[in-house]
């Protein structure tokens, strides 16, 4: 962040006042260490630090307003909403009459009972073993 004047330090100020007011306040003293470590406060850690400077009647409202006004500039983040829940696998209802078509007539058939348990087992059928099942569904179901 770039200051028009680097030489006054609005947070610094208003977090050592808060400090002097409330000094076994450990919310303050965090922030104060993040400050002077990191160089800046998020969004959410300044509007704490206003909420708590305001209470106090010592500070001048002009230090208030200007953190207020900092504030203000500051982009507010949202987090966009969860994405509705859908299964990650459907079913292909033509592969599903399919298996049923030929199991009606041929219950006892072992291939298509396997593709059957995979079928109701969400995997997927890869194409050679769809090509398998049209051609059992034109033999034994036609």
Do not use: C, W
């Not at 770039?2 to 919310?27: G, T, W």
């Not at 203000?72 to 209802?93: C, F, G, I, M, T």
Request: glycine share 4%; aromatic share 8%; net charge positive.
């Amino acid at each position: 962040m770039q200051r028009i004047r680097p030489d006054v330090d609005i947070v610094l100020d208003l977090l050592k006042a808060v400090l002097e007011a409330q000094p076994a306040s450990s919310f303050v003293q965090s922030l104060l260490i993040q400050y002077q470590e990191r160089g800046g406060l998020s969004k959410k850690q300044l509007q704490g630090l206003y909420h708590k400077a305001a209470k106090i009647k010592a500070i001048p409202a002009g230090k208030l307003a200007t953190l207020e006004a900092i504030l203000l500039k500051r982009p507010n983040r949202y987090k966009s909403s969860l994405p509705s829940a859908e299964p990650l696998y459907k079913k292909d209802e033509v592969t599903g009459q399919m298996l049923e078509s030929i199991l009606e007539k041929y219950p006892q058939h072992k291939r298509v009972l396997f593709f059957k348990s995979k079928y109701d087992g969400n995997e997927v059928l890869t194409a050679a073993e769809m090509a398998e099942l049209q051609r059992f569904n034109k033999l034994l179901g036609s």
